[in-house]
């Protein structure tokens, strides 16, 4: 570590010396932080530790290893050439906005930047990621004016343009694990699919494990569920729009049967098909998008669970989650501002 000090130091005595280099003093400042933490501390005891936000997201990526593992595993190295292409686009999309505003990079692409390739179709062109996440990170979070401003998850937002820009790509590219021998070799239906075209109900083992096809981040869902529980015992994730949302969609299907001409999934198959686990933990948590008062945390879960079953069962889209998170990112402000009001209001 002395040595990669030292290093930094160094670059950082050239750049002060260069006006044109100066203007990537952002970039050596986010690695500086990054392996070191944060000299900009106050006097005990309003903090006890040089821990900042880029360690804070660390611990997200931490609890992403599982999944990401087991995707490569799964789908072979493409899976990893993803996840380096969208770092690398994503990565510059915010080293220029930094560049330009003249201000420090933002930590929240650590984890935009993994968990966007983690929801794409394992077999997804790489251009087309490099195009996801340029848009997603663009419109999703720079057009705002950066981390901290943005009110939509900008992985979501990508996703959801790569949805509607290329529907075959994005719903038609499911291949089956091949256990590392590669993400074409055999393709198949989705669990959600198999249900709403045949009503088939996958092995809830085959779900757990991930034996199935799916985006190449949430067929590992044993991987996911205790990420999700590293993440709650951290205390980096509040843990009332997990259960809120995950609650729901397992009781709210037994209730629609009653009320709708259709058939819905069994609430269990539906917490262990699609993105459930991973949007439940990873991105419906997301604390510049959710909601931060308790009572609008609840809500939230409530509002993402109701709107996934019924996007699920009732559209042409099999999987809802994604629409889910970014209409409850747009009532994200109303939720918080309706319970501040109601809890607050002048007697």
């Not at 997200?60 to 493409?78: K, Q, R, S």
């Not at 900008?154 to 949805?163: K, M, N, Q, S, W």
């Not at 074409?184 to 045949?198: C, H, V, Y």
């Not at 809120?244 to 917490?271: D, E, K, M, W």
């Amino acid at each position: 570590m002395k040595l990669i000090k030292d290093v930094l130091g160094n670059l950082n005595g050239v750049i002060q010396k260069n006006k044109f280099l100066a203007k990537f003093k952002p970039v050596l400042n986010a690695m500086d932080e990054f392996f070191f933490g944060t000299s900009r501390v106050t006097s005990l005891p309003y903090i006890l530790d040089y821990i900042d936000i880029k360690r804070f997201m660390s611990f997200v990526v931490i609890a992403l290893i599982p999944a990401t593992l087991a995707a490569i595993y799964f789908w072979g190295l493409h899976i990893l050439a993803m996840i380096i292409v969208s770092y690398a686009f994503g990565g510059m999309v915010e080293v220029a906005f930094a560049i330009t505003r003249k201000k420090e990079i933002h930590e929240g692409f650590l984890v935009t930047g993994l968990i966007f390739p983690l929801i794409l179709p394992p077999a997804t062109p790489l251009w087309v990621v490099a195009v996801g996440v340029v848009f997603g990170v663009l419109f999703g979070k720079e057009v705002f004016g950066g981390t901290g401003r943005n009110i939509f998850n900008p992985a979501i937002v990508g996703r959801v343009f790569l949805t509607i820009a290329f529907p075959k790509i994005m719903t038609l590219n499911w291949p089956l694990p091949s256990i590392g021998v590669g993400a074409d070799a055999i393709t198949g239906a989705t669990p959600l699919a198999l249900f709403k075209s045949q009503s088939i109900v996958n092995s809830y083992g085959n779900l757990l494990f991930g034996f199935c096809s799916g985006s190449a981040g949430e067929t590992f869902r044993i991987g996911l569920i205790a990420g999700g529980i590293f993440l709650i015992l951290t205390r980096i994730i509040d843990w009332r729009i997990p259960l809120a949302a995950l609650s729901t969609i397992f009781v709210f299907p037994h209730l629609s049967n009653h009320f709708f001409h259709t058939t819905f999934a069994p609430g269990l198959f539906q917490i262990l098909s699609g993105g459930v686990l991973l949007g439940a933990f990873f991105m419906a948590t997301d604390p510049v998008t959710a909601p931060f008062t308790k009572s609008g945390r609840w809500i939230g879960g409530i509002f993402l669970g109701v709107l996934t079953v019924l996007i699920r069962g009732l559209s042409g889209y099999v999987e809802g989650l994604v629409f889910s998170i970014l209409l409850l990112n747009a009532c994200t402000p109303l939720i918080d501002t309706l319970v501040l009001k109601v809890r607050y209001r002048r007697k």
